[in-house]
Structure formats: C-alpha cells, structure tokens
C-alpha cells in the first residue's frame, strides 16, 4: 500500500476547510470591509463549490490510492472518477458516495465549467450566474463534501 493517501486525505481536508473559510468570507460584508478592506463586499459561493469538489477529487484519489490503484494525468479526473466508480459496481464503496460525487461533479461543471473536455482536464472558471445566487449550491455543494470526506475517512481506517 502506497503511504501517500494521506498527503491526498490531507489535502482534501485542506480543500473543505477553504471552502467553509470562503463561505463565511463571502457571508460577511464585516469581515470584507473591516478585515480585507473591500470596498464593495463580493460573494465568492463558485469557490466554495469548487473547492468542495476538490475535497472529494482528493478524497477519492486517497482511497483509490490505499486500494493500490493510483491515477494520473493525462484525465487525471475522469480516471479517478471511473475507478472509483468501478469500487461502488463492485460493492466495495456504498452507491450513495459516487452519487455524492457524480452531483457535486455536474454542479462544478455546470455552475463553473471547471472541467471542460480537453487533454489537460484544466479549470476553467466561467460565471453562468451572478455569484450571489449561488449561495443554496454552494451550502449543499460543502455539506457533501463533508459527508464525502467523513465516508472516505471511515472506509480508510481514519476514523
């Protein structure tokens, strides 16, 4: 087994901690003014969904690297995807976490076109609504992050 999972569970923890932080940033015009001297307080929730997706992409590639399986670029995301997904056809990690990833998958590449198909899998920020109507996703896009990452935290003998 290949130790380096935890540098990923880690990293993942990194991702979903950001993701609170830029959530309670993006909810506090006090903290904007006072704090960062923004003069005109902004919403950053397309953040928050992107780092929560990273917190499960992290999370996944943890598992999928104590399992013995590692995967890397070129599609580096796909590839994690579809053998994480082989994991659930197998049994071997419960439906409802790739359910987890397959939405919070679509809504980063629906709410910010992260991952437009090309070789590279680069992100690609671009705003299809205005920042501050994406608050409802951005809370639920954490909320499952968190609940990813728990999950994969349990299955890893983490927890």
């Given at each position: 087994?290949?130790?380096?999972?935890?540098?990923?569970?880690?990293?993942?923890?990194?991702?979903?901690?950001?993701?609170?932080?830029?959530?309670?940033?993006?909810?506090?015009?006090?903290?904007?003014?006072?704090?960062?001297?923004?003069?005109?307080?902004?919403?950053?929730?397309?953040?928050?969904?992107?780092?929560?997706?990273?917190?499960?992409?992290?999370?996944?590639?943890?598992?999928?690297?104590?399992?013995?399986?590692?995967?890397?670029?070129?599609?580096?995301?796909?590839?994690?995807?579809?053998?994480f997904k082989k994991?659930?056809?197998?049994?071997?990690?419960?439906?409802?976490?790739?359910k987890i990833y397959?939405?919070?998958?679509?809504?980063?590449?629906?709410?910010?076109?992260?991952?437009?198909?090309?070789?590279?899998?680069?992100?690609?920020?671009?705003?299809?609504?205005?920042?501050?109507?994406?608050?409802?996703?951005?809370?639920?896009?954490?909320?499952?992050?968190?609940?990813?990452?728990?999950?994969?935290?349990?299955?890893?003998?983490?927890?």
């Amino acid at each position: 087994m290949d130790l380096n999972y935890k540098l990923y569970l880690e990293r993942a923890n990194n991702e979903i901690k950001l993701a609170d932080i830029i959530l309670i940033l993006s909810n506090s015009k006090d903290i904007q003014i006072n704090i960062f001297k923004i003069d005109e307080p902004e919403t950053y929730y397309n953040s928050v969904i992107s780092h929560s997706y990273y917190c499960i992409f992290y999370s996944a590639k943890a598992y999928l690297l104590k399992k013995g399986i590692k995967t890397k670029a070129p599609e580096e995301h796909r590839k994690t995807y579809e053998e994480f997904k082989k994991l659930v056809e197998r049994g071997i990690v419960d439906e409802e976490l790739l359910k987890i990833y397959d939405y919070i998958l679509v809504k980063a590449e629906t709410l910010l076109g992260i991952f437009k198909t090309e070789k590279k899998k680069r992100g690609i920020f671009t705003y299809r609504k205005l920042p501050q109507t994406n608050l409802e996703p951005a809370m639920g896009s954490l909320e499952n992050a968190k609940t990813f990452f728990k999950h994969i935290r349990k299955l890893s003998g983490e927890i």
